[in-house]
């Protein structure tokens, strides 16, 4: 079965809005697309003047990994937020709160800053840019999900990225703040600790946030390889 990767990515006077990614089979390349910009047209963070959709086909195998299991952290206000990340930063990091710091300092970056949990540096080549997660999908996207839409919500989006992005030896945890104004819930994920859900990440209306994995490594890239080309599908059957 010849399995195909579609990625999206939206900006608007050069600033990046949005991206998405999708494997699916050739005969859902078409209905994916449509869904795909349509999705890019009615994002939060405004009206983008570009968008790009890629369509190549997978050569070679695909990984199948197990999705990270989700819970929920209850924090009800930033402070409680930030809090609950440093403290499940502390552990693997001397950096916590320079990590915290540099997060809630960026905004509309493509791809996720690397974050050198040794030395609290930062890894990624382009600063502006970080890098990006590509090449995944949930499992069900091939045959078993319904033909509507992109099918995809927003946490599904954000789970398969996380479970991707926990999955390599080097990377010890990632926090997310959505960098969607109207969207507050952001994550902190661990291969042990899971997909932990935090609330009140940032003020309502701020556009800051971003990706920041805490990782430990002397191959960053191998890890940015496997980040941005290995192909995974996440859950399903393994
Ligand atoms: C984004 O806006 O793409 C980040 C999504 C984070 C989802 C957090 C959640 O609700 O679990």
Redesign the pocket.
């Known amino acids: 079965m010849a399995l195909f990767s579609v990625k999206m990515r939206s900006s608007a006077l050069g600033a990046h809005i949005s991206g998405a990614e999708r494997i699916v089979e050739e005969h859902e390349v078409g209905t994916v697309c449509a869904a795909m910009s349509r999705r890019a047209l009615s994002h939060g963070k405004g009206q983008p003047d570009s968008i790009t959709i890629t369509v190549a086909a997978i050569h070679g195998d695909v990984m199948r990994i197990p999705a990270l299991s989700i819970t929920e952290a209850g924090s009800r206000a930033l402070d409680e937020a930030r809090e609950v990340v440093l403290r499940t930063l502390d552990p693997l990091t001397p950096h916590a709160e320079r990590a915290w710091e540099l997060l809630t300092s960026v905004r509309d970056m493509r791809g996720a800053i690397l974050f050198d949990a040794s030395t609290g540096e930062r890894l990624e080549r382009d600063h502006a840019r970080g890098v990006r997660v590509t090449s995944m999908d949930a499992a069900t996207a091939t045959g078993e999900r319904p033909e509507q839409g992109s099918g995809k919500t927003?946490?599904t989006?954000?789970l398969v990225l996380a479970s991707k992005v926990a999955h390599h030896p080097a990377v010890l945890a990632e926090v997310?703040i959505?960098?969607?104004p109207d969207?507050t819930?952001?994550?902190v994920a661990t291969q042990s600790l899971g997909y932990l859900?935090v609330r009140n990440m940032k003020p309502a209306g701020s556009p800051i946030g971003g990706r920041l994995f805490v990782v430990d490594t002397n191959d960053t890239a191998d890890l940015v390889h496997y980040l941005e080309h290995t192909p995974v599908l996440v859950g399903g059957a393994q």
């Open positions: 927003r946490i989006d954000a997310c959505s960098d969607d969207y819930t952001g994550y859900r």
